[in-house]
């Protein structure tokens, strides 16, 4: 399924995502060690520092990212946007029960053709979500393209990892233990199969630094974490 392409992908993806919706944070925590919030925090500084205005946060699902940019003291709003109610709905549940309606609005839309004229926000961000799109270069074009000049699009992603003994240890845990976990713990195992699967189809670090090059970026830059299974990326927009 990680192999699927344009249309046949993006149904496969809101399918797998509609139905673990409820399970998703806890899976992200248990997965993670709890790291996926550091790493979240880590983006959003990144993608905020020094600039002022609204920020987006592209694929949001239940709103971890766009709440940690809300946090920012240049953010004077975030908005977060998803395709689907199911997350959606779950990271509303979360703006309310932590009073952020007046600093987070999270909307349905689609990465792919973002509700929001050229130039709106001072950042846009993507967390855990490019790996997902059905067209990758268009996601990353539409974020450039809502971003101000001089503003930052930064994304976190997961990231194939090299050889070595690391690598096979990581393998071995995303492969055999996490699809585990998911069904324990979601009732999904073919959902967390399919998640280390779009880790093997996905982009190297450089390869993905070069896509946002392309993307018109510039002092495209990334920051390997979790060592080195997660990456962050960042460009300026001219
Ligand atoms: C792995 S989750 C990431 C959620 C969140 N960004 C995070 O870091 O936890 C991927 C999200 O991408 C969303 N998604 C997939 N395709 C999308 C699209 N074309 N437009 C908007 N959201 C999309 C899914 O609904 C899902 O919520």
Known sequence: MAQLRG??????????????????????????????????RRTAALAAAGLEGPALDIATGTGDLAFALAAHRGITRAVGVDLLPEMLSVGLH???????????????????????????????????????????????????????????????????????LKARLFRLYF????????QLVAGDRAAYTYLPQSVDYFLQAGRLAELFRQAGLVDVAYVPLGFGTVAVHHGTKP
């Open 7 to 40: 249309e046949a992908r993006q149904r496969y993806v809101a399918d797998l995502f509609s139905r673990i919706s409820p399970r998703y944070d806890l899976m992200n925590t248990l997965m993670t060690g709890g790291m996926h919030h550091r790493w979240k």
């Open 94 to 164: 979360k703006t309310r029960k932590r009073g952020l309606q007046d600093r987070v609005t999270l909307l349905a839309g689609d990465a792919l053709a973002l509700p929001f004229p050229d130039n709106t926000f001072a950042c846009a961000t993507a967390g855990f979500s490019l790996r997902n799109m059905p067209d990758l270069s268009a996601a990353i074009r539409e974020m450039v393209r809502v971003v101000r000049p001089g503003g930052l699009v930064t994304t976190l992603e997961l990231t194939p990892m090299d050889r070595g």
């Open 175 to 182: 492969h055999r233990l996490v699809p585990l976990m998911g």
